[in-house]
């Protein structure tokens, strides 16, 4: 296991390595190295690191990708705003 820097939530990082496990995509201590590497960078060009791994915890990506901002990014960025804030979202029949 590594040391995680505090700009890392230790709780979304512990659930990408969980999902990773699952897939049977354990990463090695020093391609955890790189993956903290990875989300510096794309924290560098304005992407949050919690969001980052939790797209792809929640797109099953084995990797760390930018957010994506498409039409459906943009909308998972509302809910997951929404669902941090206590809001749960809106039922709309």
């Not at 990082?13 to 354990?26: C, G, V």
């Not at 510096?40 to 957010?67: A, H, M, R, T």
């Not at 039409?71 to 979202?89: C, I, K, S, Y």
Request: aromatic share 8%; hydrophobic share 35%.
């Amino acid at each position: 296991m590594i040391d995680l820097p505090n700009w890392i939530d230790k709780t979304t990082w512990n659930a990408w390595l969980e999902m990773r496990k699952k897939m049977h995509k354990s990463p090695t201590d020093y391609a955890m190295k790189l993956a903290v590497v990875k989300l510096y960078g794309l924290w560098e060009l304005g992407n949050d690191p919690k969001e980052v791994l939790e797209q792809s915890i929640l797109c099953g990506y084995q990797g760390l990708f930018p957010i994506h901002q498409g039409r459906q990014g943009q909308r998972d960025n509302e809910l997951n705003q929404e669902l941090r804030a206590g809001a749960g979202p809106v039922v709309r029949h």
